[in-house]
Structures are given as structure tokens and as C-alpha cells.
């Protein structure tokens, strides 16, 4: 296996820095030749100086001179900008780019990627759920393969290796975030604190809160639907608390096929970037002795209505998925800066896809036009809410 040269879309971040670590069991076979962050400058800066990177970006322009002085020591180009981050992604020196953006911001980078032919190590499920046809047309036209990086589509995909059959079934298991108990009534009161208390997972704040919402895991559907070609209703999410089977596909005779292992985004992200070999990873194991027993729930669309909005959008199609996801974005902010309750999460994101004008037939001016409409008309939902 030839070295892989590797650009990080959001280095900073969870999925981000277990890459690095990643690269850092691996330094025969991967390297970081480009990392980017929003605002952590002083994170960005370390970074750059263990694993020399021929660039680095950081997107909050103002702290560019910072990054730059504190760099100047080293041969590593700084860079700031959204536009920045669209043009790195080109370099003939990267092979992967691993988006690990969070949110709408990874959709321009994403696709510059696609044009530049680069393979793309897929963390940034918004994506595909704002504009997933568009994205994987590009992808097709463009042969940029498009591997993913979420532990319930990578486990899919490494279901879906070596088989010809087609996928009767996705079983995608979600781990019913820290609330699946509690009854609706007690959801109201809940806190930012208490939402950010993830059972299995150590992610990001913005997707924490989506976990417990359920959100994220109706974005994992749509993004399902398009990374491996198959109709929401063929897509059955399954509540597995223990997060052991990460996904599963059943085929036509009935076989099912599941991915295992422990709770580590470390052993999806590796894969797709050694993918098709498996490398070994310094990370625990799983021990079924210990572990004793799996159970599994339907999910309850009433308590969590922001799953049964992603399905609403979904079929809707167009550019109602894109308000979906804005609309997310800023109502999940809102509470967890205290401005918002927990189930006021459902109810803005409901009320501004019925206001945001609907589009059938979509294109990137589209998306970004839509995408702006829908956080101006949230945000104002919630300013009169308080």
C-alpha cells in the first residue's frame, strides 16, 4: 500500500484529531499534507507543528495573521477563508479529503473535491442530506470514489464488500441518545448540559445534541439513501442502546449481515482511509463475554419528532431537506446556548419547512439561496419564541 497524502476538512474537531491519531499509529502509510479549522487557532497551531502539513486554513479570517506569525518558523502555507478551504482540496499533492466539517459549511468544500477527482472520506453527513443528488452525480461524472466515515454507513459498507445481491433491507441502529427513557413530558425541561451526556459516543457538541434529538439519525437515513441507492422505506432504524452492531443489510434470502465492534470512530475512519485493506489499530476489542447481551427498540417518531421530520422532508425531496438541515443547524445552536427548549427543537424546524418556499428541482444556487432563507425565517421563529 503506497502512502496515502491526506487533507482534513475540520482537523480540529472530534473526527478530526482521531484521524490525526490515525495517521500517527500509521506514519508509513498516511500523511497530513493539508489541515483546516474554523476558530481553534491554538489547536490548529499544534498541530501544524507535529505533523508538518504543507498547508493549513483556518476559516475565521481573523485570527489569520495569529496562525501565520505563530507558523512562520515552519515551510507551512497559512491560509483563511471559505474560499481557502475550496482550493486546498484541489492540491495534485492530496489523494483524500477526509470532510469533517460540521454542517452546511462542508458542502462547497466537498464538492470541489468531487471536481478535483479526489477521493472523499465522507464525516460530513449534512452533505448528502442537503444535496445528496446533486453531490453523487458529481461523484459518478467525476469517478471520485465517495467512502463513508459514520460508524452506521461504514458498517453498511463493509456489509455490502463482496456481495452482488441487492440490498433488500438497511437496518441502521442508532443508539437512542441519552433520553430514549424519559418521558415526553420531562423532555421540556431538559438541559444543554444534560443533552451533551452522550451514553457511548464522545462526538462534537452540534452532533451530541442531534443524537439526542434523533435528528442525527434521520440524517443518517437520507444519507443512506444516496450513498447505496436504495428508498427510505427499504431503510429500518433500529434503537440498539449497547452500540455494539453499528449497522446491518438484509439481502433477499433473508441472510442478514452486521457489522460489530466497540464504540471507536477511530476503526470507520481508518478504513476508509486504508479501504480495501484493514490495518491493525491500537484501540480496545470487542469481548462478547463481557458484553453479555444486545437489545433493541423501535424508535418512538412521537417523542423524537425530528425523526419523523427527516422522513416528512425526505419524501418531500427538492430543496426540503436543505431547510430541514439549516433550520436544524440554527435551532440546535439556539438551545444549546439556553435560547430554545428541547422539544422547541421539533416545533421551529417544523414551522420553517412550512414557510421556506419549496423547490423541486434544485441547483447549488439553489441549495445556498435556500439555505440562508430557511436560517433567516428559523431564527426568527425563535426570536419571537423568547
Known sequence: MSKKKIAILGSTGSIGTQALDVISQHPDLFEARVLTAGRRADLLIDQARRFLPDAVVIADESQYQYVQEALADLPVKVYAGEEALCQVVEGEQIDIV?????????????????????????????????????????????????????SEHSAIFQCLAGERSPIEKIILTASGGPFRLMERERLAAVTPTEALKHPNWQMGAKITI????????????????????????????????????HSAVQFADGAVKAQLGMPDMRVPIQYALSYPQRLTLNTPKLDLFTLGHLTFEKPDMERFACLALAYEATQSGGNKPCVLNAANEVANLAFREGRLGFLQIAEVIAETMARTPFVAEPSLDTYLATDKEARAICADLIAGLS
Open 98 to 150: 477526509l470532510t469533517a466539517l460540521v454542517g452546511f459549511a462542508g458542502l462547497k468544500p466537498t464538492l470541489h473535491a468531487i471536481n478535483a477527482r479526489k477521493a472523499i472520506a465522507l464525516a460530513n453527513k449534512e452533505t448528502l442530506v442537503v444535496a445528496g443528488e446533486l453531490v453523487m452525480q458529481r461523484a459518478l461524472a467525476r469517478q471520485a470514489p465517495i467512502l463513508p466515515v459514520d
Open 210 to 245: 442531534d443524537s439526542a434529538t434523533m435528528m442525527n439519525k434521520g440524517f443518517e437515513m437520507i444519507e443512506a439513501k444516496w450513498l447505496f441507492g436504495v428508498s427510505p422505506t427499504d431503510i429500518e432504524i433500529v434503537v440498539h442502546p449497547e452500540s455494539i452492531i
